[in-house]
């Protein structure tokens, strides 16, 4: 009886997997993914050949206007010390069947690099981005930035922060809006002077010991008026530092007499939260198609 529960959820898992590789093969027959894609110049002394890349998905059709599909840049989780592009393509194909050019990317991790590093690698894929997405069918002009945990920071800065995008190519800001997805790191400066939960000393990794860094890197001090539009999905049962940051986040938003969407999904907890991009129909993408106009 023992040996049953140890070997079902193997086998249920494996029946998963099965399933979610057929899909998978389904979804991405209306797209074309192009791999590893340097978005950071190979003679640049930081180049870094496995982190510094992109894909890019792609309908397989034209645009139906000559301007090309909106686009959206997604950065990925891992409490910036871990993650990888190659995790999220059902991101990318998800996107791409609906009408979205997906650029999904890497960046940098801590150690050896901190989140200044991430939050400039990130502002120089926007600026490939916006240089190049035309010849992928992509409207340089409707260019937004979505990200989960982490990579929801890191989006929010490239959304709030001129100064982070002029220092790597972009005089002008081009995020057209902003997809918040359980977004952690989005005031790292009052949480990491409160050191309130256990474990929290390992932030220290990327944030490095500079106060004056952890607000640096906090998009919540950067809100000011006429910002892309932000829209925020939460987790019920996630951490209370995502949903309280998050709420902070937004009242800031609407103090400046911006709206922002604030939809909480009872019962889902904060890698689920990213999972569920694996649907198609999932209310994420319905807020983002509508947000993109796709």
Avoid at 17 to 29: D, S
Avoid at 131 to 156: C, E, T
Avoid at 174 to 189: F, Q, S, W
Avoid at 215 to 242: C, D, H, R, V
């Amino acid at each position: 009886m023992r040996r049953f529960f140890l070997l079902t959820p193997v086998a249920v898992l494996l029946a998963v997997v099965v399933i979610m590789l057929a899909t998978e093969y389904v979804v991405a027959r209306p797209s074309h993914r192009t791999k590893d894609v340097a978005y950071v110049p190979a003679s640049a002394p930081d180049f870094d050949k496995e982190r510094h890349i992109l894909d890019v998905y792609s309908p397989k059709k034209a645009a139906p206007n000559g301007a090309g599909y909106p686009v959206v840049l997604f950065i990925h989780g891992g409490s910036w010390t871990s993650g990888n592009k190659n995790i999220y393509t059902f991101i990318g194909r998800r996107l791409a069947k609906q009408g979205v050019v997906a650029v999904v990317i890497n960046y940098r991790l801590a150690p050896p690099v901190h989140v200044p590093e991430q939050a400039a690698d990130c502002a120089r894929a926007l600026a490939w981005t916006v240089n190049n997405i035309k010849q992928y069918g992509g409207d340089p002009q409707r260019v937004f930035v979505m990200g989960h945990s982490a990579g929801g920071g890191l989006a929010a800065l490239l959304a709030t922060d001129d100064e982070l995008l002029a220092k790597n190519g972009l005089p002008q800001n081009p995020v057209k809006g902003a997809i918040m997805d359980d977004p952690a790191g989005l005031d790292m400066y009052s949480y990491l002077k409160e050191m309130k939960y256990e474990g929290d000393a390992q932030y220290l990794v990327p944030f490095g010991k500079d106060p004056a860094v952890w607000k640096e890197m906090s998009p919540i001090y950067k809100i000011k008026p006429n910002l892309p539009p932000f829209i925020f999905y939460i987790g019920g049962e996630t951490y209370p530092s995502i949903s309280g940051s998050s709420g902070r986040f937004r009242d800031r938003l609407k103090a400046t007499g911006q709206p922002a969407p604030y939809t909480i999904i009872p019962g889902r907890h904060h890698i689920p939260m990213v999972l569920q991009l694996y649907w198609q129909h999932n209310i994420i993408y319905k807020g983002l198609l509508k947000l993109v106009g796709a």
